[in-house]
């Protein structure tokens, strides 16, 4: 199994870079809410202004702006939400339903025999859906994907709660606490489930084995 000792799931998707990212809006946002003495719009416009700022710099560095600009979208959407209506912790409001659809999109595809994790590795590696014709691959993706829908549904349950408490500086820190080091801890899960699940003398992730 060289090839899946030799890469791990975090150097085949990606750093920590871009979930380090998206905590910062959310920080900035209550920062700016309460130094501006709860005001929500101050608390919007730092968040609109951290995540563009953010976004730029992101781009300067080489990343997609595409995916910058979807980023950037949903601070404004976030923004707009809690202005809307009003309440601070509103503005957390997008990343609650976000992480509750992922749940059930990365649950639902496990059990179509779709995993997501398998699509975006086939994706990642360039091999695209090759490995659906491996058993052993398919098998370990089905269950190195469960950690994601793991991941979310913790998000939600601590997001959803600090929300109905109005907790909104302890949602600014649990979103930040429940990004990337929860991503990372999920990649390394995930990892370990794809290591024991495949069989010893399997080539690796970019090595589909098919008939």
Known sequence: ?????????????GGRGGALDASLPPLAFVLGWLLGGN???????????????????????????????????????????????GRAEDFFLVQLFLNAASALVWAASIVLRWPLLG???GVVTGQRFRWR???????????????WVGQYLLRVLVFGALWLAGEVVLLGVMRAALTWPLQLACLAVSWW???R??????????HPRTP
């Open 1 to 13: 199994m060289t090839d899946t000792r030799q890469e791990s799931l975090a150097s085949l998707l």
């Open 39 to 85: 005001s929500v719009a101050v608390g919007a416009l730092a968040a609109v202004v951290c995540g563009v700022v953010v976004g730029v710099v992101r781009v300067v560095r080489g990343g997609r702006p595409r995916a910058l600009l979807a980023s950037v979208a949903l601070v404004v959407l976030a923004a707009y939400v809690a202005l809307r209506t």
């Open 119 to 121: 699509v975006v590795v």
């Open 133 to 147: 014709r491996d058993p052993d691959l398919l098998r370990a993706y089905r269950y190195a994907s469960w950690p």
């Open 193 to 195: 489930v794809l290591r």
């Open 197 to 206: 699940t495949l069989p010893p003398d399997h080539p690796g992730l970019r």
